[in-house]
């Protein structure tokens, strides 16, 4: 297993809908070792393949404070439904989000409280999961990423021109920038 560059907000494969697995092979089996290793190394909670440069759809999460899934899991090909989001603001205390595609950084974001996810493991056969709650919103969070999206694409008003300004800061938003858990440190 290897520990993977994660890359940063302007990489192309971050911002374009990734493609369909359709070898469930070795190299598959690989991929997603190496996003764990990366993922428990960052750390975080969640790790989707455009993080470490392959549009993919897979995203792997590493969470056991729930009781709907293993608290390690691979979703491949994924679909997710999703109740509709509740009106008005973001708690900016209990709905901060980050992401290590935008490391160090947190925003508020609202999003649906629960989620149904259908998606194929490792060997390519069907499961889902419903849950709720902060589960639901890592579900919401990697499928975003298997879209084309980063959170901060979802933020509204002053939390969306502080993530922007977060943006410019940095000097990301333009291809080729990665950091390396581990190595360079970061959190997010
Ligand atoms: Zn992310």
Same mark, same amino acid.
């Given at each position: 297993m290897a520990i993977l560059p994660i890359t940063i907000s302007g990489e192309p494969v971050l911002h374009r809908v990734s493609d369909p697995v359709t070898e469930f092979d070795d190299e598959l089996r690989q991929l997603v070792a190496d996003m764990f290793e990366t993922c428990k190394a960052a750390p975080g909670v969640g790790l989707a393949a455009p993080q470490v440069g392959v549009g993919l759809q897979v995203f792997v999460w590493d969470y056991a +404070?729930? +009781? +709907? &899934? /293993? &608290?390690q899991g691979v979703a491949i090909n994924p679909t997710l439904w999703l109740s509709p989001a509740e009106p008005g603001d973001p708690d900016p205390h209990t709905e901060v989000e980050g992401c290590l595609s935008f490391p160090g950084e947190r925003f508020a974001l609202r999003r649906s409280e629960r989620a149904w996810l259908q998606a194929q493991d490792i060997n390519g056969e069907p499961f889902e999961i419903k849950t709720s709650g902060w589960f639901a919103r890592i579900l919401q969070h990697e499928y975003d990423h298997l879209q084309g999206y980063l959170y901060v694409d979802r933020l509204l008003d002053l939390e969306y021109r502080e993530a922007q300004r977060a943006k410019r800061k940095n000097k990301?938003?333009? /291809?080729g920038l990665t950091w390396l858990p581990g190595v360079d440190n970061l959190e997010g």
């Open positions: +404070d729930q +009781d +709907d &899934a /293993p &608290a990301w938003g333009k /291809p």
